[in-house]
T-cell receptor
Framework: AQSVTQLDSHVSVSEGTPVLLRCNYSSSYSPSLFWYVQHPNKGLQLLLK??????LVKGINGFEAEFKKSETSFHLTKPSAHMSDAAEYFCVVSALYNQGGKLIFGQGTELSVKP | DVKVTQSSRYLVKRTGEKVFLECVQD?????MFWYRQDPGLGLRLIYFSYDVKMKEKGDIPEGYSVSREKKERFSLILESASTNQTSMYLC????????????FGQGTRLTVV
């Protein structure tokens, strides 16, 4: 069965410093992996997705994530945080091929950005 | 643009009421989902459907049922609302063809009093 663990429930950074949001997954086959962002009182927006092509995936707003099979990780990074990055971030694994497209969410990481 | 539309942003219902949450998508997606979102618990899957009239239980189906009579519409039903069902409810849809992303509605914040 698939599962996903976000290692930090809350991360606080200063504006202009790097962001690292950690995600580990468990999957019995090659997974599809996603990062979604949710700003306050907004719906979920896709940041980026891993689809078994390049292991380094670039997303919107300067975010990127690297798929590391040996570490079963899919950490989200950004070189320089902006105040507008403050939001909740979800790492998601997709069980597309044997569970009807079921998406499994991590518990979320709340990112705070200090001026 | 893909649109997933939930019929209400905010709802307040009384304990014991039957509650319907509606979700409509316009991309002809086969798969649709209902999640509830609670602080510290992330998104938990209630039910999903991969075809008209087909449904599968998710991780927390108790107290809920669903209906999918048409491909574009997926309804979540609270048979007898209780205060522990106060939550944010999110609907999503995706096509299972390839590694496509899921598209989410804006959410319905349900308060049961």
């Amino acid at each position: 069965a698939q599962s996903v663990t976000q290692l930090d429930s809350h991360v606080s950074v200063s504006e202009g410093t790097p962001v690292l949001l950690r995600c580990n997954y468990s999957s019995s086959y090659s997974p599809s992996l996603f990062w979604y962002v949710q700003h306050p009182n907004k719906g979920l927006q896709l940041l980026l997705k891993y689809t078994s092509a390049a292991t380094l995936v670039k997303g919107i707003n300067g975010f990127e994530a690297e798929f590391k099979k040996s570490e079963t990780s899919f950490h989200l990074t950004k070189p320089s945080a902006h105040m507008s990055d403050a939001a909740e971030y979800f790492c998601v694994v997709s069980a597309l091929y044997n569970q009807g497209g079921k998406l499994i969410f991590g518990q979320g990481t709340e990112l705070s950005v200090k001026p | 643009d893909v649109k997933v539309t939930q019929s209400s942003r905010y709802l307040v219902k009384r304990t014991g009421e039957k509650v319907f949450l509606e979700c409509v998508q316009d991309m002809d997606h086969e798969n649709m989902f209902w999640y509830r979102q609670d602080p510290g618990l992330g998104l938990r899957l209630i039910y999903f459907s991969y075809d008209v009239k087909m449904k599968e239980k998710g991780d927390i189906p108790e107290g809920y049922s669903v209906s999918r009579e048409k491909k574009e519409r997926f309804s979540l039903i609270l048979e007898s609302a209780s205060t522990n069902q106060t939550s944010m409810y999110l609907c999503a849809s995706l096509s299972p063809q390839g590694y496509t992303e899921a598209f989410f509605g804006q959410g319905t914040r349900l308060t049961v009093v």
